[in-house]
Structures are given as structure tokens and as C-alpha cells.
């Protein structure tokens, strides 16, 4: 069965410093998504991306974040200077499709660790 | 506000028995609602969905059912087992240009042998 499937599984890096978290989205899915999770705390919303562009992203997701789709399979959440209540589970999504309802599938998610 | 969430913390069932998780939420707009398990270390994984138009959905093992006069979603698992201990999340699918998901808080359950 087709996955999600991000890199790395955990990222440490230093207060300040630029990160770029991967995903690699099931491949016929047009919609994709960024999600965070701080420990114990529910799964928020980060962003959607949809024909190359932001659908809408949240609060969260200030100026110091960006995400891209830098060439057909990859999806890129990347944080330029990074803070310690940055550290969190990332998850990455996709959906198939925007009409109707669909369920978005989830990768095993990347843990950040800020120091 | 609006909100989805969900009513108990953590459920602790026998093995063999039915489990019921509970969510509510608050906008009466929600049109689509789905069902995740988040095992330790994993991200959250598709259990089961239900749009608006239904009131119950059945999956293997797993029921859902939804109660749009008092906003009410659950979970059944049938027969749980050990392998069903997780954190269980609802969402709710906006009807937005997004899609996004909006995540309650998560039931933990546990199975005891």
C-alpha cells in the first residue's frame, strides 16, 4: 500500500540554525499538508499546499517558515531560524484529491529537537 | 469557539471487550469526520470516515457513529485487542479551501490482558 514517507526521523539542531524536514507524498495525491505535534499535545495544523502554492496555513506558520515542491515527489517544510518551542513531531499528509471527501494520509512524522 | 474534543483522557478495557470512544465538536458546518490511531513513534494512521449524510459507518471491527443534533461522534471497537492500544484522535474535515484537519485531543486506550 502507498505511503508517506518523511526524512529524517529525528533532527537535532541548534537554536537559530536553518532546518528542512522532507516528505515524499503518495504519488498521485494533489493536496499536502504539514502538521506539528508538541508532546502530549494534539496534532496541529501547519499549512495546506495545493498546484504549487499555499491554500492557507495557520497562526503557527510564521515568516520563518516556508514549504516547497522543489521537483514531482518531494515536499518541503523548512524552519530559517529555528527556536526551542519549535521542537515538536512533524507530520507530513496527503490527500488525493480537493472535491469530495477524502481522508489524508499521514507519514511516521519527523522529530525535531532544538537545542 | 469552535472546537473538537473528546470526552475521557484515557479508556482502559479487557481484552475481548468492546470499546467506545467519544468526541464532540462544535461546528455545525463540519461536513466529513475521520477516525485516527497514533501508535508510540508512528503518525497518526486511518482508521474509519464518516460525511454528514450518515449516521453510522461500519468497518472491520470498527463502527462509527454520528449524532449531528448533539454533535457527537464515537468510535466502537469491537472485540479489542491488545494491538488496539493507542491514542485514538477524531477530526473534523472543514469545508474550506484547505481541507484541513482540525484534531481533538486524543483518547488513550489501554488493553489489559
Known amino acids: 500500500e502507498p505511503e508517506v514517507t518523511q526524512t529524517p526521523s529525528h533532527q537535532v539542531t541548534q537554536m537559530g540554525q536553518e532546518v528542512i524536514l522532507r516528505c515524499v507524498p503518495i504519488s498521485n495525491h494533489l493536496y499536502f499538508y504539514w502538521y506539528r505535534q508538541i508532546l502530549g499535545q494534539k496534532v496541529e495544523f501547519l499549512v495546506s499546499f495545493y498546484n504549487n502554492e499555499i491554500s492557507e496555513k495557520s497562526e503557527i506558520f510564521d515568516d520563518q517558515f516556508s514549504v516547497e515542491r522543489p521537483d514531482g515527489s518531494n515536499f518541503t517544510l523548512k524552519i530559517r531560524s529555528t527556536k526551542l518551542e519549535d521542537s515538536a513531531m512533524y507530520f507530513c499528509a496527503s490527500r488525493v484529491d480537493r472535491g469530495g471527501n477524502q481522508p489524508q494520509h499521514f507519514g511516521d512524522g519527523t522529530r525535531l529537537s532544538i537545542l | 469557539g469552535e472546537s473538537v474534543g473528546l470526552h475521557l483522557p484515557t479508556l482502559s478495557v479487557q481484552e475481548g471487550d468492546n470499546s467506545i470512544i467519544n468526541c464532540a465538536y462544535s461546528?455545525?458546518?463540519?461536513?466529513?469526520f475521520i477516525w485516527y490511531k497514533q501508535e508510540s513513534g508512528k503518525g497518526p494512521q486511518f482508521i474509519i470516515d464518516?460525511?454528514?449524510?450518515?449516521d453510522k459507518r461500519q468497518g472491520q471491527r470498527v463502527t462509527v457513529l454520528l449524532n449531528k443534533t448533539v454533535k457527537h461522534l464515537s468510535l466502537q471497537i469491537a472485540a479489542t485487542q491488545p494491538g488496539d492500544s493507542a491514542v485514538y484522535f477524531c477530526?473534523?474535515?472543514?469545508?474550506?479551501?484547505?481541507?484541513?484537519?482540525?484534531f481533538g485531543s486524543g483518547t488513550r486506550l489501554l488493553v489489559r490482558p
Open positions: 477530526a473534523e474535515n472543514r469545508r474550506d479551501s484547505s481541507y484541513k484537519l482540525i
Open positions: 461546528n455545525s458546518a463540519s461536513d466529513y
Open positions: 464518516i460525511r454528514s449524510n450518515m
